[in-house]
């Protein structure tokens, strides 16, 4: 029996079988479509050649009898294009290893395929706050940030995109500053191009800071309105009047432009959704972050998810893109046995880290030609930035209210290392412009 | 005869492309319409609309491609599998009439074939999209 796993591995156990017809080929590429079901896609000028439809028939049968249920028959089992680019167009296409021209295209319902790990933004730096499990304190320690890099001179932008449970802006703001609209507003008026109508009144500034400004984009308005069926609309594309076509995740792209460009702010802070979400695969891999926050409570439920993501990176050839962006923090260290609890989590972080993201060093090789860091090295990104529980922040009705209250030496007793850290990537950023 | 919306418009399209080279305007244009027709109309089979006992869609889209285009984003739309099949917004089809076949080749010339062509070929990158997505 041939389940979703066996399909790559056994794929390429065909095309090894075949391989003399294969290397003489521009290229090849495997599709795997929506319904998990694989079929050839071959150069569109071997249609014409009687000598190569023998040798691609060959394969194609071996196709429908190895990988039944998850092939096609042979007579429908090759699609033909012109061009590796059209074959593999709309999908996410990786290169099978130990072929030089044979390309493996994966079709997914989600447009957010967690490989496409777009370069650095200019301008900015952009800050994502990520963590595989809610409820880890991820909006408070953006809160705390923001204020405190307000309270510097900078003026700080909050994009609040965990859409699907939205509430950091009300951390943020009290409720008379609450703006009327909010991202899930714009991405729905963009479709019609109304968006520029509302962008003026999705921004609120926040009465915290005296210093420098926070400006807070919310996932919604003041009222939410028709909120899940919004909702259930950012994810369209547009198509322009051209004909051209517009993912969310580019509409979003060019809706926090023009935010920077209104805004000129000196940092932008984005909550992100927790978990292998489409939303949060735009702000982890699409945004172009410089940093990407992973928060992280010492368990299996956290390790297994991020482990997942570690290693979809690595089978996708993308981990030199991403791994420099990542930073672990521990959120939530408890008061009780804090150091061993740090000790373990910064243990199963490096497990992580070792097993997927950094290089291993080869015998004789300076270990500093390498991405490669020992557990206790504290410039690793497995290395926690920390986050203390504090029984202050349990609990809170509004995170608002309590951060008008927080004095800077509680702030930093919870944040600090947080702060400190963050601000110095931030602090090379800026000294970088 | 059953209908199969899928080969008829791999054949029409063909068959166009190769009066296009030749420059048979009136009839590449003709063919460029029901290419472009019986490509959206097999997509949104396979979105879900009902279709007679000969595979001919029902009532309401017995229609060709100069009003087609609209309901098929109409009909897109309202099913999840359609949300990635996006046509232009403007139809390039709203001038191109099936009675133009028994018109005059000299009312024909490329600028108009063009804007045909074109509407066809953006309705045959869906068609091969759905191929790779597994959807036909």
């Known amino acids: 029996m041939v389940t979703f796993d066996d399909i790559l591995p056994r794929v390429t156990t065909l095309l090894r079988k075949h391989r003399e017809f294969v290397d003489q080929l521009d290229w090849l590429v495997v599709n795997r479509d929506l319904n998990s079901r694989v079929r050839l896609i071959v150069p569109a000028e071997l249609e014409a050649e009687d000598a190569n439809q023998s040798l691609l028939e060959a394969l194609v049968r071996e196709v429908e009898v190895e990988m039944a249920p998850h092939g096609y028959i ?45 370069d650095e933004a200019p301008g900015a730096a952009r800050i994502v706050f990520f963590s595989i499990k809610g409820g880890v304190g ?54 019609v191009d109304n968006g520029i109508i509302i962008i003026e009144s999705m921004i609120s500034t926040s ?91 010492d368990g299996s439920q956290t390790w297994g998810g991020y482990r997942i993501l570690f290693d979809h990176w690595g089978r996708s050839g993308v981990v030199t893109k991403i791994r420099d962006r990542l930073q672990v ?105 | 005869m059953q209908s199969d919306f899928f080969d008829s418009h791999n054949r029409h399209l063909s068959d166009a492309r190769r009066l296009y080279g030749l420059q048979r305007w009136a009839n590449a244009d003709h063919l460029f319409g029901l290419a472009a027709e019986c490509g ?27 009003k087609l285009w609209s309901e098929y984003e109409a009909v897109r739309t309202g099913h999840s599998q359609g949300v990635r099949y996006t046509l232009s917004p403007t139809n390039p089809f709203h001038r191109w009439d099936i009675s133009d076949r028994y018109g005059s080749q000299s009312n024909f010339d490329q600028k108009r074939v063009d804007q045909h062509r074109l509407g066809a070929e953006e309705v045959d990158r869906l068609i091969k999209q759905a191929r790779k997505d597994g959807l036909l």
């Open chain 2, 40 to 66: 959206l109309k097999r997509l949104m089979i396979a979105f879900g609309i009902k279709t007679d006992n000969d595979g001919t869609p029902e009532g309401k889209y017995k229609i060709h491609i100069n």
């Open chain 1, 138 to 191: 991820r909006s408070a320690a953006l809160a705390a940030l923001a204020l405190t890099m307000a309270q510097s001179g900078m003026r700080v932008l909050v994009l609040d995109l965990d859409l699907e449970s939205p509430g950091l802006s009300t951390s943020l703001l009290p409720e008379d500053r609450q703006p009327e609209f909010g991202i899930t507003d714009w991405l729905v008026e963009d479709l």
């Open chain 1, 74 to 118: 042979a007579a429908d089992g090759v699609l033909y294009e012109s061009t590796l680019a059209d074959a593999c167009d709309g999908a996410c296409a990786t290169q099978i290893e130990e072929f030089k021209n044979v390309w493996f295209a994966d079709r997914l319902a989600t447009e957010g395929d967690w490989s496409a790990i777009a």
């Open chain 1, 329 to 433: 923090v521990a959120a939530m260290v408890p008061e009780l046995d804090r150091l061993s609890y740090i000790d373990g989590l910064r243990e199963g972080a490096y497990n992580l880290f070792s097993e997927f993201l950094y290089d291993e060093v080869p015998p004789g090789e300076p270990a500093s030609h390498y991405c490669h860091f020992e557990t206790s090295d504290e410039a690793g990104p497995h290395y926690p930035l920390i986050v203390n529980w504090h029984r202050g922040f349990a609990g809170v009705k509004t995170l608002h209210g309590r951060l008008v209250e927080i004095d800077d030496q509680e702030l930093r007793h919870i944040f600090g290392s947080l702060i400190d850290g963050v601000m110095e990537v931030t602090r090379v950023e800026r000294s970088h412009e």
């Open chain 1, 207 to 297: 009465n915290l800071s005296r210093d420098g400004e926070i400006f807070i984009v919310p996932a919604h308005g003041r009222n939410p309105g028709e909120y899940v069926s919004k909702l259930a609309r950012v994810w369209m594309p547009k198509v322009n009047a051209d004909g051209s076509r517009e993912n969310w995740s580019k509409r979003l792209q060019r809706l926090i432009a023009n935010l920077e460009t209104k805004i000129r702010p000196d940092v932008i802070l984005i909550d992100s959704r927790a978990g292998i979400d489409e939303v949060a695969a735009s702000c982890v891999t699409d945004l172009g972050a410089r940093l990407v926050l992973l928060f992280a409570i």
